[in-house]
């Protein structure tokens, strides 16, 4: 599944190569709320949300480039020649489409026994939305979000006085499927050169995991803050 997912991923930042138009690259933390159902369907809340590394890749594209238009005399070009107002407001919106690591983890305790989860993430990610300048050289951008995770490695720890116990996550039916997530970024940016630019991006997102009756049910909502670097048009 990973060989897969990152093949998939090589293959995409080939085909954009051509046409790139910018490139953005993130760190931050991520702290991540594990919503938790046992079997009756109740509301667990003996865990609590801890941190965790993120990391991002990704490419970022105008929905329609209207500088690039200008050059061209496609129908494409004679479209939104005709329609300057929709090309201005198709110019405001960008989708992205990345590659991601991140930690989903947690802690919390029960019946005197301390719990642990230290997980490691590969996903993919795309987000569509609007970006909008709003004063010397700072932008800010709003966007839904759409991705996959899938689990590398995760390791339960239980805490108790007489002895630690370590549980391989890679088999638990909560931890190792590959996990669909929503959800939205708040980004702003500060350009410092034509081609270059810093950010700071706020995401929430969540997995969308139903619950079964007779089964527990766990899904993941992590809150990210990050920090990053955008080079545009190579």
Do not use: C
Not at 132 to 143: N, P, Q, R, T
Not at 226 to 232: A, D, F, N
Request: glycine share 8%.
């Amino acid at each position: 599944m990973i060989k897969n997912i990152l093949k998939i991923v090589l293959i995409a930042l080939i085909a954009f190569e051509a046409n790139a138009q910018h490139w953005k690259w993130d760190v931050g933390l991520n702290n991540t709320e594990y919503q938790f159902k046992d079997k009756t369907g109740k509301q667990l809340d003996y865990l609590k949300a801890t941190g965790g590394m993120h990391a991002s890749f990704r490419y970022n594209k105008e929905l329609v480039d209207t500088t690039n238009l200008i050059s061209k005399f496609s129908k494409t070009a004679i479209f939104f020649g005709n329609h300057q107002t929709l090309a201005k407001i198709a110019s405001l919106f960008r989708y992205e489409l990345g590659v991601n690591l991140n930690q989903f983890n947690s802690t919390g305790d029960i019946q005197n026994i301390i719990l642990n989860y230290q997980t490691n993430f590969v996903g993919l990610s795309a987000s569509f939305g609007p970006e909008i300048k709003v004063y010397k050289g700072f932008s800010i951008a709003l966007h839904g979000n759409l991705g996959a995770q899938k689990m590398l490695s995760g390791i339960q720890t239980q805490i108790s006085n007489t002895k630690n116990i370590n549980y391989d996550l890679s088999d638990n039916e909560n931890f190792n499927p590959v996990h669909i997530m929503l959800g939205y970024s708040v980004e702003i940016n500060k350009l410092l050169t034509d081609k270059t630019s810093v950010f700071v991006n706020y995401q929430k997102n969540t997995t969308l995991h139903g619950w079964t009756e007779g089964k527990t049910n766990l899904n993941f909502a992590p809150t990210t803050f990050s920090i990053g670097l955008k080079i545009s048009k190579f």
